[in-house]
């Protein structure tokens, strides 16, 4: 019987069993995942869950009984301490498997601040799974005083629910402004007056120089030399693609694990899909951190290991909640040169990014009309007039059908 093997149980590794099996793999599947809980959404760990909105039975992708019902072994609390492609077998701490085909969703980890700056102390906290946010979750009372670090949107979203909570909030961010390496000024500039309106502290363009405290943390020095009291830390300064498990067997790795269009890695039955892996697109080689490339590029690799032979295309996008504002993000801004503004309502904004006349991108702050015809464009191709869009009397939707 032909045995299909998934490392890694998140968004990507559950997408993958669930599409073999939805497409009549009829032969034995094994998904391993090393957190001890079974497959479950990220994306509101940080957000509804940490908030309370959310109970941990709500986070599950599926019920724990849909993977016996549909004859997939699921492997919860296990680590894959080995891989070797040439007999295709993995090697766990208690045992080992064969495979005729495995796929790596091993997903992507979070960067930590050194110890030697006090990253090692108690109170120290990054936001990534369900242990973190578990860690963390009894210092959101409301007067506490926490330090967030990177003004990314794992940093915003966690200052977010910090106000929310009634915590006293101080981002510091090393780069001149918040958002710099993924969005233009004009996104920055909305994020950082939406934050201060609400509260939070934000100092650009001052880094963290050392974490104080004996055991656990206690304040922090920054780089201008001033210092600052706090009862916990969150760090967001990004997350890096988990490539140790095939790095160590071999496989070429570039900006993550290298995947050909198909979901193929330089190791023969070997396939990778979601934050791990790096893949061919629009002549470059990207790497996407979302949910839904996740799910897309994982469902293309189940596909392709029944034979389909598919081509995984990307269509990126993205979101953000933070307060009453909900992001969306269509396209890649890479490359852009100028960025063209538009306003709908008080709390409406969109910025669409263009290069030379090739529309690339779109941030839309609660102008989910905005995003969706924003998106179809990008994906179909079309680069609307600037000044069409800039108007806010132009009908967007009538421009898809010009």
């Not at 093997?5 to 998904?31: E, H, N």
């Not at 070997?270 to 061919?280: K, M, Q, R, T, V």
């Not at 015809?373 to 939707?397: F, V």
């Amino acid at each position: 019987m032909r045995h299909v093997i998934v490392v890694g149980a998140g968004q990507a590794g559950a997408s993958c069993v669930a599409k073999l099996r939805g497409s009549g793999f009829d032969g034995r599947i094994t998904l391993i995942g090393a957190e001890p809980v079974i497959p479950y959404q990220r994306p509101p760990l940080s957000k509804a869950y940490l908030l309370g909105d959310m109970a941990l039975e709500r986070l599950f992708l599926r019920p724990e009984s849909y993977y016996a019902e549909h004859n997939i072994e699921l492997r919860i609390g296990a680590t894959v301490r080995e891989l070797d492609p040439q007999a295709r077998r993995i090697k766990l701490d208690d045992g080992e498997l064969t495979y005729d085909d495995l796929v790596l969703t091993t997903g992507s980890i979070p960067r930590r601040l050194p110890a030697r700056i006090g990253g090692a102390l108690a109170g120290v906290h990054v936001v990534r799974g369900l242990a973190d946010v578990d860690a963390m979750a009894p210092n959101f009372v409301p007067g506490a005083k926490v330090l967030i670090v990177g003004g990314g949107y794992i940093g915003l979203e966690a200052a977010a629910v910090a106000r929310k909570l009634g915590l006293e909030v101080t981002l510091v961010e090393m780069a001149d402004r918040i958002l710099q390496r993924i969005a233009a000024p004009q996104t920055s500039d909305y994020f950082r007056d939406l934050h201060r309106r609400h509260g939070v502290t934000i100092r650009e363009g001052v880094g963290l120089e050392h974490l104080l405290g004996e055991t656990a943390v206690t304040g922090a020095r920054l780089s201008d030399g001033s210092e600052i009291a706090t009862d916990f830390v969150i760090v967001g300064v990004g997350i890096e693609p988990n490539v140790a498990l095939a790095e160590a067997a071999g496989i070429t790795i570039d900006n993550g694990i290298a995947v050909d269009a198909q979901g193929r890695t330089s190791a023969e039955h070997i396939w990778a899909a979601g934050d791990c892996a790096s893949f061919p697109y629009h002549g470059a080689r990207i790497r996407l951190e979302s949910v839904p490339n996740a799910i897309d590029q994982a469902e293309c690799v189940a596909e392709n290991i029944m034979g389909v032979g598919k081509d995984y295309i990307a269509k990126p996008w993205f979101w953000s909640d933070q307060y009453d504002v909900k992001l969306q993000i269509a396209g890649l801004n890479t490359g852009y040169d100028r960025v063209i503004t538009r306003r709908s309502a008080a709390e409406s904004a969109a910025f669409w990014y263009y290069r030379g006349d090739r529309l690339l991108a779109v941030d839309a702050m609660n102008d989910p009309r905005g995003f969706m015809i924003g998106k179809r464009m990008i994906e179909g191709g079309k680069s609307p007039d600037p000044a069409l869009i800039e108007n806010p009397e132009t009908d967007l939707k009538a421009m898809l059908k010009a």
